[in-house]
């Protein structure tokens, strides 16, 4: 299966501050990357899809780039409801896979 | 509005068996391929199964083929998972999600039900 590998775990920043998270595919998935956002006590919400689209409702200080196995999804200035945890998930290859999310926590 | 409600999460000993509903509407139902997820602190997110449009396919991840059966009653709206021979480790908040018509994500989640094994 593919492995999809969230860096980092976690990261601290303050309100305002660009935000950049990565997430590697243990190999090539073309651009069948997405990413979702999930707040405390919520299910994930879809935030990114192939790689660079945003979803319907997603802020456009959202923003995702990268193809093969390297992706970044970056939050332009943070604003307090951003403020969560990021997944990735490939639907390149069954299964499908997630990645271990990075936290954005408030500094 | 696009709304799925999860039901049927409850304790149950290991070996035992549940089965999780979930509820759609302001869609039409019978068009979309749907899906369970489950997420526990430890593992993440995991996909579960899948189910196409008319109940026709199915698709299992391996930790569950022959265990879980998905299903669905397009006349009632209403995605299904039968959990058998359950684990200790099958504890988790479990999602059905719907599988975008263009865009092939899950766009709408609902907001999950929560199943714990143990004796």
């Known amino acids: 299966e593919i492995v999809l590998t969230q860096s980092p775990a976690t990261l601290v920043l303050s309100p305002g501050e660009r935000a950049t998270l990565s997430c590697r595919a243990s190999?090539?998935?073309?651009?069948?990357l997405g990413w979702y956002q999930q707040k405390p006590g919520q299910a994930p919400s879809l935030l990114i899809y192939?790689?660079?689209n945003r979803a319907a409702g997603s802020p456009a200080r959202f923003s995702g780039s990268g193809s093969g196995t390297d992706f970044t999804l970056t939050i332009s200035s943070l604003e307090p409801d951003d403020f969560a945890v990021y997944y990735c998930q490939q639907r390149y290859k069954w299964p499908l896979t997630f990645g271990g999310g990075t936290k954005v926590e408030i500094k | 509005e696009v709304q799925l409600v999860e039901s049927g999460g409850s304790l149950v000993q290991p070996g035992g068996s549940l089965r999780l509903s979930c509820a759609a509407s302001?869609?039409?139902?019978?068009?979309?391929?749907m899906h369970w997820v489950r997420q526990t602190p430890g593992e993440g997110l995991l996909w579960v199964a899948r189910?196409?449009?008319?109940?026709?396919?199915?698709n299992y991840a391996d930790s569950v083929e022959g265990r879980f059966t998905i299903s669905r009653d397009n006349a009632k709206n209403t995605l299904y998972v039968q959990l058998g021979s359950l684990r200790v480790e099958d504890t988790a908040v479990y999602y059905c999600t719907r599988e975008g018509p263009t865009t092939n994500w899950f766009d709408t989640w609902g907001q999950g039900t929560l199943v714990t094994v143990s004796s």
């Open positions: 189910i196409s449009a008319d109940g026709s396919g199915t």
């Open positions: 190999q090539s998935i073309n651009y069948y």
């Open positions: 302001g869609f039409t139902f019978s068009s979309f391929y």
């Open positions: 192939d790689a660079s």
